[in-house]
């Protein structure tokens, strides 16, 4: 079973710099996400004995602190699939936050468990569907737009099966 570990990002799809943004690449088609922005923290491939998983999701984000993270950067990297991917993102993960990540990532390796993709912190806004456009040329479109840093505090966070129900929900604090 796969599955996955999120934390999510309050920002919305009307917020200025979004809007130039998609209006910056009104010539190529992008799916653009429109809602439920988050952060994978992990994606399990394979999912062995999903108790143990839970246990180690109680462990680690029962008592939790919430996270402040400051996005400072659009950018572009091409997926494994080869899809480009429109998200953005920060220069200085929050020491905390990062530690987070991998102490749950190894424990969860040490259930079994299959976890094939390195963390890339990101928040995806959109994916190119025009298999064949320049990722330079994506960079260049990006680099024009007018934003500016902000900060948030990143405070829920769901387990779930992908594209399926929710294992375990909690609320920062």
């Known amino acids: 079973m796969k599955s996955y570990l999120e934390i999510r990002v309050p920002i919305s799809f009307n917020l200025p710099w979004f809007k130039e943004l998609r209006e910056a690449f ?33 462990k680690y984000l029962d008592n939790a ?50 976890i094939l993709s390195e963390f890339r912190l990101h928040v995806t806004l959109g994916r190119i569907k025009e298999p064949l456009i320049d990722i330079k040329h994506v960079s260049s479109l990006i680099d024009k737009i007018n934003f500016i840093p902000f900060t948030l505090m990143l405070n829920e966070v769901e387990y779930r099966v992908f594209r399926g129900r929710s294992i375990y929900k909690n609320t920062l604090h």
């Open 26 to 58: 009104s010539g190529i088609l992008v799916k653009w996400q429109t809602g439920y922005y988050h952060i994978t923290m992990a994606f399990l491939d394979d999912t062995r004995n999903l108790q143990e998983v839970e246990t180690i999701m109680h």
């Open 65 to 114: 602190n919430a996270v402040e993270m400051t996005f400072n950067k659009l950018d572009v990297f091409t997926a494994n699939n080869g899809m480009q991917i429109i998200h953005l993102t920060t220069d200085k993960i929050p020491y905390e936050f990062q530690k987070l990540v991998n102490d749950l990532r190894y424990d969860i390796c040490n259930t079994s468990t299959r």
